[in-house]
């Protein structure tokens, strides 16, 4: 049974940091592409950053590069978001999710994504 279970969620204040992580089993974490993703209300799920299967390349919307640093362990199937600087338009339920190819993430094929986490909600106060 597949499963991605994020966690660290909560509520912060704008400028503070917050790290997420997403736990993964049931597939060959290290042949995927992992990558997160937010869904504000009210608003369409997007794209915040994704990590290749090698954990040599790294991808961001143009909203949280800089911001956010996305990594991977293969040895402990987890992967991580570590968020600073955080704005209340980074308020979101952030969701992690696993494919083979990047590009299903970069050009957010959300129906085409091979699996999703519940997510996890961060509130930004300001």
């Known amino acids: 049974q597949v499963q991605l279970v994020e966690s660290g969620g909560g509520l912060v204040q704008a400028g503070d940091s917050l790290r997420l992580s997403c736990a993964a089993s049931?597939?060959?974490?290290?042949?995927?592409?992992m990558g997160w993703f937010r869904e504000a209300p009210g608003k369409e799920r997007e794209f915040v950053g994704a990590?290749?299967?090698?954990?040599?390349?790294?991808y961001y919307s143009d909203s949280v590069k800089g911001r956010f640093t996305i990594s991977r362990d293969n040895a402990k199937n987890t992967v991580s978001l570590q968020m600073t600087s955080l704005k209340p338009e980074d308020t979101a339920v952030y969701y992690c999710a696993a494919d083979r190819y990047v590009v299903t993430m970069t050009e957010r094929r959300l129906d085409a994504m091979e699996y999703w986490g519940q997510g996890t909600t961060v509130t930004v106060s300001s």
């Open positions: 049931g597939f060959l974490f290290k042949s995927y592409v």
């Open positions: 990590i290749s299967w090698s954990e040599d390349r790294t």
